[in-house]
């Protein structure tokens, strides 16, 4: 069992930045590829970053392109979003996933575990 505790989410204005954390526990951090996904009422979750075991490898939905960074600490135990030229688009319920698989995934359903998400809203 790996358990996910996103942090760092809030109300930022159009233009502006946050880091998004997501702190992981119960099993080797490095054994999963991790994941950014949001999710918006009435909308269908959208993928938004992954990250491969090692940090070498990263992905990114075409709409955060540019604009997001996904990193990882295997020390910490922590995965990372970047988060800058925020639109109103982005508000959403961000997600971080942890992926067992072994190539880097981009669809949700590939993610085994979850946390509980992140508000973010970005004000016009």
């Known amino acids: 069992q790996v358990r996910l505790v996103e942090s760092g989410g809030g109300l930022v204005q159009a233009g502006g930045s946050l880091r998004l954390s997501c702190a992981a526990s119960g099993r080797t951090f490095s054994d999963y590829n991790m994941g950014w996904f949001r999710q918006t009422p009435g909308k269908k979750r959208e993928f938004v970053a992954a990250i491969s075991r090692s940090g070498d490898r990263t992905y990114y939905g075409d709409s955060v392109k540019g604009r997001f960074t996904i990193a990882r600490d295997n020390a910490k135990n922590t995965v990372y979003l970047q988060m800058n030229s925020l639109k109103p688009g982005d508000t959403a319920i961000y997600y971080c996933?942890?992926?067992?698989?072994?190539?880097?995934?981009?669809?949700?359903?590939?993610?085994?575990?979850w946390g509980h998400g992140t508000q973010v809203t970005v004000s016009s």
């Open positions: 996933a942890a992926d067992s698989g072994y190539s880097t995934r981009v669809a949700g359903e590939a993610y085994d575990y």
